[in-house]
């Protein structure tokens, strides 16, 4: 193996592809470990499956550092040259979804949604960029840690802004969606169609349109409705069959009209009580997107959030805070009702969308708690912040967060001063 590219150090083979290698590599400038995609010389020969494969690595090194999502791997470095090439990417050691569509691997139903609704935020957000992925399939799908993914290999990507021709009818058989396979124009439906191949692989363990010959798969794609998956595998809810369907629709104007109401519609099923006795991600997603004081955070910064924070059920009648106990938390009220009082008379009741433990966030070092806040219902409540528990959450992201807590903690005050005024009248 040749130690060096560049300024990567390669470490270990990661897998090879018909284009190239990707490697586990040191970057020596940052001491960081990257998965580094390194162009096989021979591809730069004058033959056509050449041209497809350096149209492929040019047009996912035109992508670099421009998609910033939780849920996309970054593509962090690219050099081309005349006769060599290397794509420096960040480096998701889980491997793929691939082992996951095995029969005698498959993830809880609740793990595949969960999974599912990450991909729609993912594609959204490639999708407002101008980006078409062309080429979702459990092999370009990386697993961080549990549910947590990242989708992979923008080579085959679609970029509405590019000046270059662009080539078509590019994709896994499998995967490709009927308009992909009829060279027609593809827009954001495609890779919702792909995702849905995706889901109903990771859900039963077989593909929809199983076939022996590329061929045999097409015909089917083009001609044939997929099977119920709830017919496929036990224990698997009804619920699941209409939101497939609708994803594999034939014609693409059949399918849902945004990736949102995908995803909303994979939400609803998350939350059947069959899949998941814990708060899934999808839940924590929808439930800080909902709070106004969050707004002003884009997508990608409410994902740090539901990552940075801990997530409890709390029942109805049960102590969370209590006055002079030091603490530095702030607390995100998603679900229920909880009040607060100081030396035990009541100074408010505060409902989902609020915060509490503003003043002791902002003072930090763990500052006596100003009052006792306890549950008037079962609630669902967030905690960030503290020690080190806002790790891997961006300046951005803390910059709108800190707003929002000055913002009711002005609100509040005002409100203090509204009521005294109001007694002294």
């Not at 499956?49 to 350096?54: A, D, E, N, P, V």
């Not at 809810?237 to 909303?264: G, Q």
Request: include cysteine; charge should be negative; glycine fraction near 8%.
């Amino acid at each position: 193996m040749q130690q060096m590219v560049g300024k990567y150090e390669l470490q270990k083979m990661l897998g090879k592809g018909a284009s190239g290698t990707v490697y586990l590599a040191l970057d020596t400038f940052s001491q960081e470990q990257v998965a580094l995609k390194v162009l096989d010389t021979g591809i730069f020969q004058n033959t056509r499956q050449g041209r497809l494969s350096k149209s492929q690595f040019l047009n996912e090194a035109s992508l670099t550092g421009k998609l910033a999502h939780p849920h996309i791997v970054a593509i962090l470095d690219a050099v081309i040259g005349d006769d060599s090439g290397h794509i420096a990417m960040e480096y998701v050691p889980g491997g793929s979804l691939l082992r996951a569509t095995h029969p005698d691997h498959l993830l809880p139903p609740g793990h595949a949604i969960e999974i599912g609704f990450k991909c729609c935020g993912a594609l959204d957000y490639a999708a407002r960029q101008g980006i078409i992925h062309r080429d979702i399939k459990p092999a370009n799908i990386l697993v961080v840690k549990g549910t947590d993914i990242k989708v992979a290999d923008f080579g085959a990507a679609y970029l509405h802004d590019a000046d270059t021709t662009q080539i078509v009818n590019i994709g896994s058989p499998s995967y490709m969606s009927p308009e992909q396979i009829m060279a027609q124009p593809v827009e954001q439906m495609s890779d919702m169609y792909s995702l849905g191949v995706v889901l109903f692989e990771l859900l039963t363990g077989r593909k929809p349109f199983p076939g022996d010959l590329p061929a045999q798969v097409i015909q089917k794609i083009l001609r044939e409705d997929a099977p119920p998956a709830s017919s496929l595998r036990k224990g698997l809810p009804a619920e699941i069959d209409p939101v497939l369907a609708r994803a594999l629709a034939k014609k693409s104007d059949e399918r849902y009209p945004s990736w949102a109401d995908f995803a909303l519609e994979l939400a609803k099923l998350g939350r059947l009580s069959v899949y998941q006795q814990d708060i899934p991600d999808s839940e924590k997603f929808r439930l800080l997107r909902a709070m106004e004081m969050l707004k002003p955070c884009n997508d990608g910064e409410i994902w740090e959030l539901v990552h940075a924070s801990e997530w409890t059920r709390v029942p109805g009648h049960s102590a969370i805070l209590r006055e002079d106990e030091p603490g530095s938390r702030l607390f995100l009220l998603a679900q229920g009702e909880v009040k607060v009082t100081k030396r035990g008379r009541l100074l408010g009741v505060l409902r989902a969308g609020e915060c509490f433990g503003e003043m002791s966030y902002i003072k930090g070092g763990d500052a006596p708690r100003q009052a006792t806040v306890e549950s008037l219902t079962e609630i669902v409540v967030a905690e960030v912040g503290g020690d080190g528990a806002e790790h891997g959450v961006s300046n951005t992201c803390r910059l709108h967060l800190t707003q929002a807590v000055l913002n009711a903690l002005v609100d509040r005050l005002a409100l203090a001063d509204a009521r005294i005024s109001h007694v002294i009248n």
